[in-house]
């Protein structure tokens, strides 16, 4: 594990990482037609009763957006008053207001991780600091390697690509006097009963959570996510915001995924994310052979892969009808890896099989099942 000053050294900055890259590249244009691996939303989704409750919302669109229902709604979910609260526009917005809006002098970001908040901060004019997590040591992290003068820390949970799931207890220990810590549990809502999230608590100093809509229930297109901070940073967080900055429907939405329905429907949602992972790691690791190496214990969503040739691999997985998201745009991480999103098993095997002949072009050996 290393820190590495990579202040100037990212996405249009002069880094080698482009920090701008996201699955969805993979996806559009001649990637259309592709099984998609490469972005992590929920297949099937949103429900059709969320889509429905979205339409009904349609009806309102004369009048401005009124978050107040759907932000009470956000903080009774997670047994905060409403001043702990704040709406915006999916993840992304959150981390250009966080970047714009507080005052900090030595900002630094836990690798690899999703590469937005870095962005954000430089795009603000910041000096970036990275904290590198190392293959070697299961990407975990350790405390000691944050520098102490670091006044901002943001740290994905589980992280983003590599599944890692921090210990809400080791996160809680980067808090110091004067210092921001802020945890992206993106995709929290895909662990069985959320164990290790820190959303909710009140009680660790300079602590802002970030959670997102769009990749349990398929709201990336509606742009819906939110932050519990301090009322305080909430209330500096809101006056860098724009007017209005929540659609009517995507506040209709986010009261939605606040129900008692959605939340039960979230859990079974995430146990069979978790049986479905389980499927896919364990049929991975018969690729040892080939120098396949998965990244475990992998709790999100997706997985992260090792693989000598991924660049290769992954374009005839392309020419073979499924994209997966490339790993060499993660500070931290080179063209030998690749996140695979955990998909049904039906859609599972048949990766598998496609994964199999792309290892194997010239069909020297048996596949797989």
């Given at each position: ?184 549990e993106a995709f929290m809502d895909a662990v069985p009963d959320e164990r290790e999230a820190l959303a ?27 932050v519990l901070a301090a009322p305080g940073t909430i209330a500096d967080l809101e006056r860098a915001q ?128």
């Amino acid at each position: 594990m290393s820190a590495d000053d990579g202040a100037g050294l990212a996405g249009g900055h002069g880094s080698a990482h482009d920090l701008r890259h996201h699955g969805d590249a993979e996806v559009r244009g001649d990637g259309a037609d592709l099984v998609d691996l490469a972005v992590n939303v929920r297949t099937g989704t949103p429900p059709a009763w969320l889509r429905d409750r979205v339409a009904e919302s349609l009806t309102g669109l004369a009048a401005y957006p009124d978050g107040r229902t759907a932000r009470a709604a956000v903080a009774a979910r997670h047994g905060l008053p409403v001043d702990r609260v704040l709406l915006t526009a999916g993840a992304a917005e959150a981390f250009v207001l966080l970047a714009r809006a507080l005052k900090v002098r030595r900002p630094v970001v836990v690798h690899p991780q999703f590469t937005e908040p870095e962005a954000a901060l430089l795009d603000a004019g910041h000096s970036v600091g990275r904290v590198l997590l190392r293959a070697e040591d299961g990407f975990r992290l350790d405390v000691s390697a944050v520098p102490e003068e670091a006044d901002l820390v943001v740290i994905g949970n589980p992280t983003n690509p590599t599944s890692v799931l921090h210990p809400s207890g080791l996160i809680a220990e980067l808090a110091r006097p004067g210092r921001t810590v802020v945890v992206d549990e993106a995709f929290m809502d895909a662990v069985p009963d959320e164990r290790e999230a820190l959303a909710g608590r009140t009680d660790v100093p300079g602590l802002v959570v970030l959670r997102s809509l769009t990749k349990t229930w398929g709201l990336a297109g509606l742009r819906i996510g939110y932050v519990l901070a301090a009322p305080g940073t909430i209330a500096d967080l809101e006056r860098a915001q724009p007017l209005w900055p929540v659609s009517t429907p995507a506040l209709a939405a986010a009261e939605a995924c606040m129900s008692p329905r959605a939340l039960a429907e979230q859990a079974a949602a995430a146990g069979r994310v978790a049986a479905d992972r389980a499927h896919l790691v364990g049929a991975l690791k018969e690729f040892a052979g080939q120098g396949l190496r998965v990244v475990e214990p992998a709790e999100g969503p997706f997985v992260l892969v090792r693989l000598p040739e991924a660049a290769s691999v992954r374009m005839r997985l392309r020419g073979l009808g499924f994209a997966v998201r490339r790993g060499d745009t993660f500070p931290g991480l080179d063209g030998t890896w690749l996140r695979l999103a955990v998909r049904d098993r039906v859609t599972a095997d048949r990766f598998l099989r496609a994964l199999d002949r792309a290892l194997d072009p010239g069909g020297t050996r048996t596949g797989t099942g």
